[in-house]
Each structure stands twice: as structure tokens, then as C-alpha cells.
């Protein structure tokens, strides 16, 4: 996939510039779908006898989804275009640190959830994204997303 061409500084969000030929595969992402398979196991924990049906498959749905996600990742390849803003391997492994942050400290079943649905919802974003505005905001919703979950905390 090749982003189109915008102006990072439009975006609002100061970022590296690509250079040519640059590139953000599957295999930069390792950290990231490592992590999401390791929350999709997690997850695994939370199965408790005293939970309804709705919870169990709200856990279900989202061990898919986190699934699906890591192994959509692992087919990455995203062309960045010289001269243009690029996100960086660390940016998202910042994101997911700051996402780990805020699901270790949630209480509740649905606020944690909740943390990893933001999670989905950026890589979602991140695998169909044609600009790298729309990658940018993804990223602040992310935070935002994160920022209203560890309030509820």
C-alpha cells in the first residue's frame, strides 16, 4: 500500500520525513503483533464462571479481533512517499506501551475491553489507511480513546 501524498504539518502532528524507497512492513511490527496475540491470550484470564454469556463473548469477539489484526500486520507494506511524513515503528510501540499502561491499571472487565477495542481500532485503521492524516488521527483517537479509559480507572 502506498500512502497518498499530504502535508504532515496540515495534520497538526510534527513526524519524521520519509526518505526514498522507505518502507513499514510486517516485520518492523513484530513488538506490535507479538503484543497483540499476548493480549488476545491474556484475555484467556478473564474467562470466569460467574461471567454471563455477553461477557463471554464480548471476550471472544475481541480475542478475534486481535488476532485478525496481528496477522493483517504481518502482511504490512506500506510505502511511504519521499519528502512526506512517515510514522515510525517507534511511534507505535510507544502507542502500545501507553495502551499497556492504561489496561494494567483498568478495573473493570468492560473498561479493559474497552482499552483493547482502541487498540483494534488503530491497527484497523492503520492496515486500510490511504493518507497518513488518516494514520495520524487514528493515532489521536487512540490516545483519546486510552485517555477516557484510564479517567474511568
Known amino acids: 500500500m502506498t500512502l497518498a501524498q499530504q ?5 497538526g502532528q510534527p513526524l519524521c520525513t520519509a526518505g526514498f524507497g522507505e518502507v513499514l512492513t510486517g516485520a518492523d511490527l ?42 493483517g500486520l504481518i502482511a504490512l507494506n506500506i510505502q ?18 501507553y495502551a499497556q499502561g492504561v489496561i494494567d491499571k483498568v478495573k473493570t472487565l468492560k473498561q479493559h475491553l474497552d482499552a483493547i477495542a482502541a487498540v483494534v481500532n488503530f491497527f484497523g485503521s492503520l492496515l486500510t489507511a490511504k ?3 488518516e494514520v495520524i488521527a487514528a493515532g489521536k483517537k487512540l490516545k ?6 484510564s479517567e474511568r480507572a
Open 7 to 11: 502535508n504532515a504539518a496540515a495534520a
Open 30 to 71: 513484530r513488538v506490535a503483533i507479538d503484543w497483540l496475540n499476548a493480549q488476545a491470550g491474556a484475555l484467556n484470564q478473564a474467562k470466569k464462571p460467574s461471567l454471563g454469556v455477553d461477557d463471554l463473548l464480548a471476550i471472544a469477539q475481541q480475542q478475534a479481533d486481535l488476532r485478525a489484526k496481528a496477522t
Open 80 to 97: 511511504w512517499l519521499a519528502g512526506q511524513a512517515k510514522v515510525e515503528v517507534e511511534h507505535i510501540n510507544d502507542a502500545l506501551a
Open 131 to 133: 493518507k497518513i492524516g
Open 144 to 149: 483519546g480513546d486510552l485517555d477516557g479509559a
